[in-house]
């Protein structure tokens, strides 16, 4: 036992720092930097964006659904909360599963991942209409809409952006001198091996 505890402790704290860096990743990718939102230059391109960053970021967006919810429960329905944050950790844990064991057929096929969310879905509501905390589910969907669409209309692709284009454009350039400087030397080589053989084949003309 006391072999193993530092050992366990360790890992722990490992799994612990990686979670922190993943969240880190995660906040630093869903708003990095101001260059990062811009506004489109039409509707078509405000639409095209929208829908775009719905399917990239529709984790962080059902985050900030989520924890909203989780707040305007914390008053006068904490029974409530504490069973979503429950079914929260089910949820996880269901994800975590699917990670871990991406080729089984009984968590691809037994539990979908359509039917695991349908299933989480009905139980969030009947828990909210069972607690009378319907209202609360539509605070927080009008208070995070407008974050959500904000972000989905203003948030620019990191390649478009002008630091990435910057560095794409160096790379590509040093990528090309590089080349260059291989065929001049490839070219030098070519000259200094067929130099003798001009001059040997001079000399035998001369003789």
Do not use: C
Not at 24 to 37: G, H, M, Q
Not at 97 to 122: I, M, N, Q, T
Not at 150 to 159: M, P, Q, S, T
């Amino acid at each position: 036992m006391s072999a193993d505890g530092p050992g366990a402790v360790r890992r722990a704290l490992d799994r612990a720092g990686a979670s922190l860096r993943g969240g880190r990743r995660a906040l630093a990718r869903f708003a990095p930097r101001p260059s990062a939102f811009s506004a489109a230059p039409d509707a078509e391109a405000a639409a095209v964006r929208a829908v775009r960053n719905l399917r990239t970021f529709r984790a962080h967006y059902a985050v900030i659904q989520w924890a909203l919810l989780l707040a305007s429960l914390a008053p006068r329905h904490r029974a409530s909360m504490l069973f979503l944050m429950a079914a929260s950790k089910g949820l996880l844990l269901y994800g975590a599963l699917l990670r871990a064991f991406p080729a089984s057929a009984l968590l691809r096929r037994l539990l979908d991942r359509r039917l695991v969310a349908a299933v989480f879905v009905a139980l969030v509501l009947a828990d909210l209409a069972a607690a009378g905390a319907l209202p609360n589910l539509l605070f927080a969907l009008a208070a995070g809409a407008p974050v959500v669409l904000l972000h989905a209309a203003f948030r620019v692709r990191d390649d478009l952006e002008p630091g990435a284009a910057a560095s794409a454009d160096n790379g590509a350039g040093g990528e090309e001198e590089e080349a260059t400087g291989v065929v001049v030397e490839k070219k030098e080589d070519g000259d200094m091996e067929t130099g003798p053989t001009r001059r040997s084949a001079t000399a035998a003309a001369k003789s």
